[in-house]
């Protein structure tokens, strides 16, 4: 599944589509949420200019892919050099208010106007994703490989579907099922040589999976919540309350007096402005650039790069250890979230045609029947 997906990225390029500049308000006017490698989002309609030249809109294709595929499996690393001298949740606050005040400043010039509910909404969506999500993956990077963390965090969908499927969204398919099950044999095969030792790495362990949990509560969440119906205020508006709520808890554990201005290293300031430039805003416009462009599954398959990219990098720049266990680990979990996917479809069609028929069945009921 994978190995197909750069020849239709090559296929888009070759297209070559594009989107007119005076269509831009055009495209906000049919927006749907919908969840894109495990990250909530509000789709506009793509919509496809003719008289743009193909080339150029190629290459910010390519660009655009190699930004969620590399920049976002870099950040891992990135995470890792910032919080080695910089206490993490003070990390995770200057990032993400960075990011929130450009986007939310972003929205503002398109007219975009926060309410109260709003505010509600993203301290709650806030709090699951970057309070918790984020803060503990941050201060779990002290302890754990980069790669660890990453192929912790791609169980994301997994969780997504459990949650769902316990709220009543959600069906689980036998296809989905199997792909549950053999997750869980991954994390296993990951986390067994550590879970059998006490110590720090265990409770990075357990910090990860626990911020896991909490960013796939946000996405099943997120889409009963009053938040804004402008795709990009309502990435904004959580990061900003998600970042007002770090800055406190940041206060309250003490963080701010165990910053040491003058014991702060190059390789964190760096790895944070990369955080910041390239991973909150370059590669996250990138991400809802080709949601304009591309089908969503095809951007989704940055969810099964980006643990590869972190896993390799570890190695190469952090010397961290390339085992037969994180291999096979990493071939299972991401195998897990193939089959997820693919019994989720599976669960979209088997609704989709459940849905025909009922509307059918209805529409050839007499019509006095159906009046009483």
Known sequence: ???????????LIRRGTAVHGNLRQERFQSEKLINIGGRPVVMTSPREAKNLRPSGDSIRVLLAFTAIY??????????RYAVETIPPLIVVGIRHTIAGTILLAWAWVRGYRPRREHWISGLIVGAL??????????WAEQYVATGLAALLIATEPMFILVLAWMMGQRRISRVSTLGLAVGVVGVGILTSADFGAKGSTLMGIVAVLVGSISWAAGVVLSPKLKL??????????????GAALVWIAAAASGE???????????????????????????AFTSYMWLLQRCPPTLVAT???????????????????????RVIVACVAILGAVMLIRRGERNVDRLESAERAQRYESEISRPAVERAS
């Open 302 to 324: 940055h969810t099964y790069a980006n643990p590869v990219v972190a896993i390799l990098l570890g190695w190469l720049l952090a010397s961290e250890p390339l085992t037969w």
């Open 228 to 241: 804004p119906s402008d795709a990009l205020a309502r990435t904004a508006v959580p990061l900003v309350c």
């Open 129 to 138: 994703f970057f309070l918790i999500g984020h803060g503990s993956l941050h």
């Open 70 to 79: 590399l920049i976002w499996g870099s950040t891992y690393l990135a995470i």
């Open 1 to 11: 599944m994978f190995l197909e997906r750069p020849a239709q990225i090559l296929a």
């Open 256 to 282: 701010f007096h165990q910053l040491h201005w003058a014991s702060i290293s190059v390789r964190s300031i760096a790895g944070i402005a990369y955080l910041v430039v390239f991973g909150s805003i370059i």
